[in-house]
């Protein structure tokens, strides 16, 4: 596997964790409990970026799907934010 390949899978499970971790301080600074879909959708995405670190040859839809799921979530959180700000 060449550098290039490898930095990019680095940064993509570092990528994917960090997201994570935002969004799980998203509900945390909202002081309210993260719903059901978000809080799989921050576990699944910690369990997929921890795949993709242990080994780093590992691509596929896990990726993809973590990632829409947790722009989607972010999306949702945005919202309630603006909403209880207006």
Request: proline share 0%; glycine share 4%; charged share 30%.
């Amino acid at each position: 596997m060449d550098s290039w390949t490898e930095n990019s899978i680095s940064e993509t499970w570092q990528s994917l964790n960090e997201a994570a971790l935002h969004l799980e301080s998203a509900w945390e600074w909202s002081k309210k409990n993260a719903d059901k879909a978000s809080a799989a959708t921050i576990d699944s995405s910690k369990k997929v970026s921890k795949k993709i670190a242990q080994v780093s040859g590992w691509v596929g839809m896990e990726i993809a799907e973590s990632i829409k799921a947790l722009e989607r979530e972010i999306g949702k959180q945005s919202k309630n934010t603006k909403k209880q700000q207006s």
